[in-house]
């Protein structure tokens, strides 16, 4: 299942950088992170779903890009949405 409207916008809320930001980098890096979280738990009870698994890694792929992004023009906003999403990086 994938996130609803409601949780989307609690996510943003959450992330955004300006009153009507909806496509920040640090929002998308926090809803593609929700999303990987959700497709992680999908794949523990579904192990040979192979079409979740691409689309799962295509997100990741897009999450570190949008990070790389982050970090290389502002590292301070970078490191705040890692410590907030709790990432490894």
């Not at 994938?2 to 992330?15: C, G, Q, R, W």
């Not at 930001?21 to 523990?44: N, W, Y």
């Not at 192979?50 to 949008?66: D, E, Q, W, Y």
């Amino acid at each position: 299942m994938a996130l609803t409207p409601k949780e989307k916008v609690k996510i943003i809320e959450k992330f955004k950088v300006h009153e009507k930001d909806t496509g920040s980098s640090e929002v998308q890096v926090a809803i593609l992170t929700r999303e990987i979280s959700h497709l992680t738990e999908h794949l523990k009870t579904h192990p040979k779903d192979n079409h979740s698994r691409r689309g799962l890694l295509g997100m990741v792929a897009r999450r570190k890009k949008f990070l790389d992004y982050l970090k290389e023009t502002n590292a301070r906003k970078y490191a705040n949405v890692v410590k907030k999403l709790g990432l490894k990086r």
